[in-house]
Structure formats: structure tokens, C-alpha cells
């Protein structure tokens, strides 16, 4: 596994260590693409690397939460072979049994189940019990869980509870700014430094753009996209219409105004 | 596999080339039966064509979406057999694999948990965790997945979420202009050039009816039904009758709307 | 299988056949107990008839669509026997393999994932995908596929999809007129000419009641019920009691005025 | 099997005759406890008497609907066993198969899918597809369906569709008439005329009462409780408190208004 | 088994009694903690007390419904084992065989599905058709079925059908009067009688606070835990604010006024 | 297992004692992370010691309710092995075998199923019926069942009924006085006794702040997670933004006011 690539944007890599040290779970809050995926792959190879016995094969195990997700896509189950039934254990289990940083990406879109199945991890006990097992996991030293969610587009309904959120400690992230922005496009997208300056220019107007229907504003992966767009010869204009205009809302108001601010920084 | 028939409409052949490039995922938006099917179907066949190892037996992968699609019928499951159980990979496991080109058509009918199963492939990491299993697959070189869905009809709670949409490049699709529209309709119902002008004329008119329970203005593939039917000696009226009157809507006001233009186009 | 009885009432039988032979899907539309079934199993039979090959040993494949139709019970399923799991045609896949005419009563009740599995069946590619069993059927040459509803008693929740609907033609049912359906209700019921005639003026009066309540007017097969009714000894009034006042409604403001109807026409 | 004991109480017992000799459905509408279900005893058991060839173990096969019956607990499903999966036919098809009278009680509370399967039993096709075993069971010729509801507590969102509902003949029960309701509280309940038939005045009276929240009066089988306690030895206002005023009603005035007449009708 | 400790308070023995002769199923209507469970168990009891032949080894079967109680659960259910699959009566079918009571307490808990299943256990059939068996059992002579609910806190979409409720006796249960209670908290707590006399004087002033959230007043069994703590040592109006205060309600209104009766019972 | 951490706050360890000395079910009220877990595990460790006979391995199971947790989990399942089904002891089902402390946590959130299962386990039955063995487990003389809930985000729709919570005493949790919670702190996060007295001081009075949005103030949970912060060298101010203002609210006004709170007390 080498190096991910991630440029911090302040002291969220110290703090994330600190509270590594004490094995304080962790959420991370803020808009979809800002890199939070990108953090903790960061930090599961940092922290791996500097593990001293064996380190584990997958020092992170994600997990993109859902509606369906149940407690025993989390934990495990049995499976029926012609011997009768094997356990399986589910990615948590295998994170809690290995010491792998075990990250819940969209935490609140989970059931309440899922979340429950959280608690004996994160509080003074750090164990899973594998009731159909009929066993209690004690939850291996290196161990941490990491959740994130993005504030920004929640629906009440889908809060975490008091008595889970309260486990956490919570980072927060936002978009980039344009100069270390841009370094992440030229970077991935491979443009010249002017075109990944003009795309970090024009990113940050759209996010400035008072659209209530605009819910998320571009995430940096968007403008990855446009410059790669341009990087293959698309017109910076045609580039910008199919992955900030098309891309982030169907309204016809919306993507009239994205396009304005995108034609005032990409001359025709 | 012969060459599927489409004829371009605009540059959307050399946007879909350039996002392939770059394996950007893609968003195809646009009306039902305007040849968003037929568009995903000839990229595939251009892309095999082109490819330097063996193409996969099966260059496109296609999945109509809908509310009961489960994560496994996508991923794969087990099946019991006489040995125990055998893995069966999903169509999306399949395309990953061979790398395909993996279609899912009206994306946003399918649930949550289906959608979030395409994060970890539509992102830097290029992966499909296939959890039942305990591995993960890597995406063949060749694989991208592009999905579709028709803005004209969304039920707002039916929208996909900003962390799933801000993945794709969106390319947007409309009915092919009447000259166009009259190509394919002659082409695929074999109607002579006067016939198939003349329905492409009256699909053009009956779109710009201003009939708010016409939801979808009739699709290319209602004009070709018509011409199908005139070729096989059916008055024109009474064929507008069953493929655009009657099929596009129960409401009495409406089917007469659309029949007065049809009149209007052919004479009795 | 001997011809089934069907009297037709316009140009249904032309129009289908003319349908039939570019394979276009067709969409009945017409009220309950109207004759749309019979009309397929008329139309199966012509076809069969006239069929070069063998003739499937079943040419029409008829299911009532409801709510907890999945799409396995179209498709097929596996069955657990002794050697394992066996593969089992669903109706659908039965139809495609061997060239039947495959009719989906009641479209509209099925279930959105239901009508989905029909589009790959309905455009120009002709295919079932089974998924589970990962393999695709490609549809026999004289495979069709007919559904029908009826647009009197939809609730909008349950309308037909564009994307579904804009695959079929649509043929539009009605009750027969007086004199076509006192033959009707003289062959089925084994009445006279006159006790036939009465009845069916009798349903044509019901029906032009304007009734809020009694949403669909009784349907030929009622008034046949009424005349078998009759053929026993039944008194006319009594008969139509059964058949025509107490079948159709619970409200006894809609009895009493198809009963004063029902005395208008059969003196006591 | 013995006579089942039923009063006739008009024209019901030639009506069903002469649909059954005609096999057309029926269907029974009334309140509760008025004697549906054995009038339906009764009928399958005077037909079974006159049948020619071998009658069936099980003249009458009744099915009681709710919310959870599946189309499965009517037709029938597979069993596990140590030899694979065994075929198990359902109620409705063991009565298909042997030409038993198959009484649907309450049927609106089935499921729109268990209702959607009885129709090609009840027109004039006659049969009952197994798309489970994959084979349709054609209904021996001493088969009939019959169905009931109570109308008077109907749901709307639980009538019977049309579609469903004019397949059957409707025949009409209500309350016996005093003297023949005291006659069946003598006979079941097993006491002197006098008390019976003040328990059947009784009965009359309070299904009388203008009190909204009385929903269904008494039944017949309540007044023959009260009888039968009275038989016992209890005090007849305290067996009316049980039978009748507690039984009927959670409400206290609807309970303080059925008492009154209770006392009214019999003294301290 | 010992004879179950019941004291009386009316004539429901009796009734009980009346009603178990004739066979009539008998519902039990009152708050909670009021003595309904003592008393069908204290019932059940004398009956096997007086049976001649051998009393079954349960005598009293007893089912607490809820809302996921299905039919199986009552009825039985097919158990996988090495030789098949193996029938495994449930509780209901167990008491049907062996002449047990068969009490459900809080029967409109319950799902539709399963009062229906007592229906023909409940009339003249006393029949329970085991339909996955294919077979049905006739009742044993001795077996009685028992409901009972509480009308205090009904919410009205989960009332009784009548057609279920009209197939029973009703015998109204209410709280003991003070002496009596008095005597049931002095033996169940082994308090002398003047604590006990004080509790149930509190317990009969707190019933009658006229607080409209406070749903059930305290039950007998909530007075003898008072009793039982100050038994222990605990001060009473400490042992009142777990017992009666904090375990009746969340609301501080309503706990401070039942707290405000216990200090007027009991002196600091 | 060493003696848990747990400082009393009142006169809960004599309550408690009282209660199991009776066998009497103890409900715990309280908000989150003010100790109620520890409680209960200092009193099972606590009983445990003073047992006579061989002490349970498992003192203490401990159960985290939740939406979907079914009576099973609960009570035990059948699992599918070679020799065919094997029973599985449910957590509850073990400590009610064993003589374990069997505490659920947030019991409210549990299904009703799951709550009634434990009505025979709380009175003076102490049974607990495994109806799907066909047996009943009499609970070991040891037994005792303890249920947890936080008053202050109940749904009103997720109420305990009275007729499962009349089964409880309750004691009431709250957080502990300053003094007892700075002495917590010092300990859990080892930080010196001034930063410990500064967060508990800080906790007592965002407790205070009269904002509707901050349904729990911070638990004691939360200041331990920021000394322990503070004591890895963080800031106070920046430890105090993700243990105290980040992790409790998403809102920015209840944000900005915790976070003026936290200056005050912590010096930049």
C-alpha cells in the first residue's frame, strides 16, 4: 500500500491522533467530496505504518451505510455449506478482531440497529457481542471505529441519537481553500496550474451562490472532473456544463446560474 | 455483434469517449425512448471494438433499476447446491470483472442501499466490496459505469443524493430534431420518407401541446410504432390512434388534444 | 383446443393482427368483464392456427397481476430438491422460450419491479435477462407480449410508468353494443332471443345511470349470470336481484334506483 | 356427518341451488353471527347427499381471510423433506381437485393477491394455475366457490374490486325474524320458549337502538349465550350483562342503553 | 402444583364457571395488575381439580399477544431437522389437544391473522384446521379458550372485530376494593396490616386523582413493591417514589401529585 | 473480572439491594452517559460476590434494544447444523438459566414483542416460555431483570405500556454533583484535579443553557473525552470545540453558545 495521497488543511491530522492515542471514537462532519474518505485512508496508513507488531493486511475497513444495511452486515452471519453452517464475520468484527480502523462513512443513513450494534465498541467496554455466536469479541487494542456524516443535507428523522453521537468525538472538515484546491486538481486531474486555479476560482463562486436548491455545492471531485474534461481537450466551457451545471441540479434556474459564473471565468 | 444502429445527435459520442478516457463514470439524462438505450449500446460496441486484449463476451451490461433491486441482486449471492452453497456473481460484479461497460437504466428508481454499493467503484478506489464473500474485487481496467435516469418525471423523494450524483459526468439527451427523428423513423419502421416526415412533424407538435397531464411527450419509438403500423396498410389516423392517442394517455381531453394534430396532419 | 367464442365487435381483430406482425407489444384498455380476455384467447388460437412451425402446447400464458406479484414469479425461481436447487421457468420465461402469447391482466396492480422486467421484452431487443440464473432468454420469434387494464377504476398511484407505457400500442375496449351482446348473453347463458335482449337493454340503461357510486356498470358476464339465472326458474326480478342489484354495490341508494331499472324492464 | 341444524329463513336455499347447478360463484352478504357459515354447512352438505358419483371426505373446505394470507396458504407450497421438496396443496386446491364447495369467509380481509388467484376459478375458464409446480389444476366439475363479507363494517380501502366482484351471484342474509330467532335460542341454547323467546324480542330491540357506536347489533350466537347462562342458573340480567352489554360494547353509554332494555324485558 | 392464591371479590367464580360448562369462550375485561392472570390461573386449576379422567400435565396455557404473534406461533410450525422437516404444535394447538385452558392475555395486541385462527375454535365447530398439516383437530371436550384486554387504554384501530368479539362472554374485572386489598398487599408484601391498610387507601386516592395522563392508576402489584421495600427497611415515602411515583409516570406534574398523596399517607 | 469503577451518588446501591433482595425488576431513568451502564455492572459484580453458590461466568448480560431486535434475539433461535437444527440460548434466556443480571438497555426502543416477552419473567411466575423448544424455563432464584430508559427524548409513540411497566421499580439517575464528577473525570481521563474541576464546572453549566435544540446536555462521557484531550496536549478551547460543541449539535447557534460557555471557563 503506498502513501495516499492527502494534503491536510489544518490540525485535523494532530487531532485525529490525539484522540487515536486515547482510542476515542471519532466523527467526521462536512460535504460530500471534501476528502474525508481521503483522511482516513491517510490516517489507517500512517498509523499502520507505525503499528510495532504485525500490521493487519487491511488496516481499514469501510463501510458506506444505508437504509438496508442490518446489524448482521455489520457483525456477520452464518453461512450454510454442506458441513452445516459457517460463521462469517462482518467487516466490523474483522476490524475489532485485527485492530483495524474500521470507518462508517454516512453514518446516519444506517438503521437504529446498526448504530446499537456500535455501542458496547465505544464506550469503557470495547466489545462486540456476536449474540448469534453466542461469544463477546474483546476488541483488539490497535482498534478504533470512525464514523462521518454530512450535516449539511440531513433530515431530522435520520439524526444520530443523543446516546450514540455522544461517543464521538467530532472533526470538522469543509471544502479546501481555492490555492490548496487547486493543488488537488492539478494534482489529479493532471491541468496546468492556471486551469486548476480557474477551476478553484470558479468552485468556490458557485459555493458562494445563494440557490436554495443548490444543496451541495461542487465538490472538489466535480472540479477534478471538469479539468480532466479539459485535460482531454473538451472546451473549458462544454467541460464545465457536464460535470457543474448537469451534474448538480436539474433545475433549470440553478444550472442557468452555475453556467453564468462558469462563462465569466472560462471565456467562450 | 453487429454495429448497433444509432445515428449521433450532437457531440455526445466524443464527450462519452473523452469521459471513458478518464473513466469518469456518466449520467445520461434525457426522456424516456429517446435513445439513451440504443446510445449506451453503440459506445460499448465502438469501445470493444478498440480494445487491445479480448473484449469481454459481453461489452454492455444493462439493469433497468426499480424499487425491489436489492444490493445482492446487483453484487451477487449464494445459491444452495448439492456441494453446499456456490457464489453467483451479480451482473455489476460480472462487469467489474471483465470489464464492461455497466448499464443501469433509471437509476433512481432503485434503493438506497443499490446506489451506495456503486460509491467505492465510482471513485479514486475503483473497488466493489463484495462483504458476503470477504474480498473485494478490483475494477478491470476497462470497466465504467454509466447510469440514466429521465429528470421529467422525478418524484422529488426519488432524487439521487449529492454524495452518489456528484460522481458522474452528466450528458444530456432531448428528442432528435424532426429531420433527424425522421431518419430513424423511415429506418426502423421502413416507411417511406414522406410517411416517416410527417410523423416526425406531428411528434414534433404534439410535444409542444401545452397539456400539463401529458407527462412525456410521445418518444421516437411511439412515431416508429405508428409508421409500423401505416406500412402494414392501417389508416394513418387510426394507427396515430392506437400508438400516440390511446398509449400516451387516458384522459379524454388529452387523447383529444393529440388526436385533432394528428387529423391535421393526415388527411381521412 | 377447440376456438374459443368471441363475436367481434370493430376492427380489434385487424388492428392486432396487424400489432402481431411487427411484434409491437399491444395494450388492451377497457372496463371489467368487458371481453378483453377473451379477445386474447381468440386472437392465441387464430395465431397457433396459423403458425408453420409447431405450435407451443400452450399459446397463451395468461396471469392476473396483484400487488405481491414479484418479478421471480414472472421469471422463474430456484427450488431446493434433494440434488440441490433446480431452476424453474417462471410464466414469463416460459412465454419467451416458446413463442406463446404471454397477457398480463390487470397490468397496473403489479408491482413497479414487475413491469420493469418487461422492458428489455419490449423494444428491440427482445430479451429476458435471468439474472439469477446469469444467463439472458432471447424471446422465441412469435413470442408477444398483451397486457391490459382498465382505466375506469385507476387510482393515479398505480398508473402505468411512460417508460413502461410508451412500449405498446393500445386497443380500446368497450361493453358490446345491445344487439352484439343479447347474442352474447343468448349463446353463454342458453336464454331466448327476447329474455336476452331485455337484458342486455336492461345493461345498457344501468350503465347510463348516473351513479356515482357504481363505478363500473355491470358487465356483460353479469347480465349472462342474471339469464342463467332465468333459464332456472328464477324469477326475471329475483334474478336481476342477484346478479345486477346486490353484486354491484353495497349502497342501498344505488340498489334501489338499478332495481326500479330492473322493474322498468321485467313486469313482476 | 350429520344434518347441520338450519331454520331457512326464505328463498336462500333454491337461490344457491340454482346457481350452484349453473356453478356460478356466489357470494353472501350480512352481519355477523346471522348464520352464513352454516347455511353454507348446510348447502355443501345437502349437495354432497345427492351426488352421484364418490362424494369427498370434505364436502366444504372454509378458509377464513385476514390480512396475512398469502396466495401460498390458499394454493399451496413446497416442504422441506429429507427426500427434497414435497408439493403441499393449499385449502383452494384440494378443493379444485375434488369438486368440494371451497367458502371464502370474510373475504375482504384477504389480500389483494388471494383474491386475484380465485378468478380463472370463477369464469368460464374454470382453472387454478400452480405457477409453483408449473402446471394448472382444471376444478372438477362439483366444484364451486363462495365468499362472504359483512357489509355493514367494510373499510373502503377493503371492498372487493369490481373486476373480483362481478364474478359472483350476491345473495343477502340479515337477522332471523323473532319467532324463527327464538326458535333457534330454544334449540341451541336448550331452554323453555318463554325465555327464548324473550331473549329474541330482546335482540330485536336493541338492533333497534340509534346508537352510532353499536356497530353490529347482537348476533343470534350472543343471544343464545345469554340463554344458555340463564339455562345454568344465572340471574337473567347478569347473563345479559355478560352476553350481551360487555360483550357488545367498551362504551358506557352504549353499555347503560342496552342494560336498560335488558331490564326492561326482564325483571329483578 | 399448589392452588394459586386468589381472593374473590364478586361473583366471577361463578360465572366463570356458568360459562366453562356450556363451553363458551370467556374474554376478561380490566386495567392492568388487577388480578386477571390469578384468576384464570386460580380457574384453571379447580377445573383439572374436578376432571375424572387425567387432568393434562399444563393444565393452563398461557400467551401474552403482541403485535409480530403470528399464526404459526399459535398454531405450530414445520422444524428442519436431519430427517426432514418435523411438525412442532404450538400452544393453541397443544391446548386443543389436551383439554387445557388457553388463555390470551391482551388478545387486541394481536394481529388480525391471529384472531382469526380462533374463529372456528370459538362456535359450534370447536375445530382448529391445521392448514400446513392439511389436517384439523377437533377440540378436546374439557379445552376452553380465554381472552382478555384492558378497554382502559384501547387504541380504537386495534379494537376486537365484532365478528371475533360477538363469540364471547365478558366478565368485567375491576381494582379490589380497599379491604381486600388491604389482605392481598399484607400476604404478598408479609406486611403487617396496618402498612398494608395504608397502601391500599393510597392506592385508592391515587386512582382517583383526576390527572388525565396519568393512564392507569397504580396496579395491586405496584402497592405490594411498595410494600415489599418497606418490608426491606426503606422509608415509605422513599419506597412510594419508586414504587407508585416514578415507575407510573415520566411527567413531573403528575408525579409530584401522587407524591403529594403518599406524604399525606404516610409521615416522614 | 476487578471491581467496576462506580462512585455513588445517593442512595441508589441500598435501593437497588432492596429491590434484588425481593427479586423485584428495577427500571433505571436517566440521561445518556450519566453512569447507568457502570451502575448496574458495579451491582451485578457486587452480587455476584456475595453469591453462596459458584457465581455465573457472565454476572451481567447486558442488552442494547433496538427497532429491529426481535424476540428472538432475545429469547433464542434454531440454528441449521449437519445433525439438522441445534437450539441457541438468547442472551435472556441464559441469564434467566444461570442466575445472571439481565439489563436492557433503552428498553423503549425495542419492538412491543421483545418487551412482552418479558412479562412472565416479571411477576410471580418468574417463567419464561421458550415456545418454539415447546418448554419453559423456571428462572434460576438469582435471576433478576433490570431495564434502562432515558426520560428526556422519549417519543410518545415509544412508551412503555402500562401493562409492562407496572412490572418495575424505578430509580431515577441524574449527573452527578460537580464535586463527585470533577473526582470522575480526574480519574477516567487522568488530568489534575484544577482541569478536572474546570470541565465539570464547564459541564454544569451548558446544562443550564436554555436551548431548545440541545436535547441532552454533554454526559460526563463527553468531559472525560476532553480532558483526555487536554491531557495529550490540546488546547482546552480546541478540545473543548470537539468534545463538547462539535459532538452535541449541528446547529450553529447552540454551537456558538456552548462554545462562549467553553471560552469563558478555559482562557485562550
Redesign the interface.
Known amino acids: 500500500m503506498t502513501a495516499p495521497f492527502y494534503l491536510p488543511a489544518g490540525?485535523e491530522v494532530?487531532?485525529f491522533r490525539?484522540?487515536y492515542?486515547?482510542r476515542?471514537p471519532v466523527?467526521l462532519?462536512g460535504p460530500?467530496?471534501c476528502g474525508k474518505?481521503?483522511f482516513v485512508e491517510y490516517m489507517a496508513w500512517e498509523i499502520a505504518k507505525q503499528r510495532t507488531g504485525t500490521p493487519p493486511d487491511e488496516p481499514l475497513v469501510?463501510i458506506?451505510?444505508?437504509?438496508?444495511?442490518?446489524?448482521a452486515?455489520l457483525v456477520g452471519r452464518?453461512?450454510?455449506?454442506?458441513?452445516?453452517?459457517t460463521w462469517?464475520?462482518?467487516?466490523l468484527t474483522?476490524a475489532a478482531r485485527t485492530g483495524a480502523i474500521c470507518y462508517l462513512?454516512?453514518v446516519v443513513?444506517a438503521?437504529?440497529?446498526t448504530t446499537?450494534?456500535l455501542?458496547?465498541l465505544t464506550?469503557?467496554r470495547r466489545t462486540l457481542?456476536l449474540?448469534?455466536l453466542?461469544t463477546t469479541v474483546a476488541a483488539h487494542p490497535d482498534f478504533l471505529l470512525v464514523v462521518s456524516y454530512?450535516?449539511g443535507?440531513?433530515v431530522t428523522s435520520k439524526?444520530l441519537?443523543?446516546?450514540t453521537?455522544?461517543?464521538?468525538?467530532?472533526?470538522?472538515f469543509g471544502y479546501p481553500d481555492p490555492e490548496l484546491e487547486a493543488e488537488i486538481i492539478a494534482h489529479e486531474a493532471g491541468v496546468p496550474a492556471d486551469v486548476a486555479e480557474a477551476l478553484a476560482a470558479l468552485g468556490a463562486r458557485i459555493r458562494n451562490l445563494d440557490a436554495a436548491d443548490l444543496?451541495?455545492g461542487?465538490?472538489t471531485?466535480?472540479l477534478v472532473?471538469a479539468g480532466?474534461?479539459i485535460?482531454?481537450?473538451?472546451a473549458p466551457r462544454?467541460a464545465c456544463d457536464?460535470?457543474l451545471v448537469?451534474?448538480?441540479s436539474?433545475d433549470r434556474d440553478v444550472q442557468d446560474a452555475v453556467r453564468q459564473v462558469a462563462h465569466a471565468v472560462f471565456a467562450a
Chains 1, 2, 3, 4, 5, 6 share one sequence.
Open positions: 490540525d494532530d487531532l490525539a484522540a492515542d486515547q476515542i466523527l462532519k460530500t467530496g474518505t481521503r469501510t458506506t451505510c444505508h437504509d438496508d444495511l442490518t446489524a452486515d452464518y453461512l450454510l455449506s454442506a458441513e452445516g453452517t462469517l464475520d462482518g467487516p474483522r462513512d454516512e443513513e438503521r437504529k440497529d446499537v450494534v455501542h458496547s464506550d469503557h457481542p449474540e448469534r453466542g454530512n450535516p443535507y440531513q439524526d441519537k443523543p446516546s453521537r455522544q461517543r464521538f468525538l467530532a472533526i470538522e444543496l451541495d461542487p465538490s471531485r466535480l472532473h480532466a474534461l485535460g482531454r481537450g473538451v462544454r457536464l460535470a448537469l451534474a448538480t436539474d
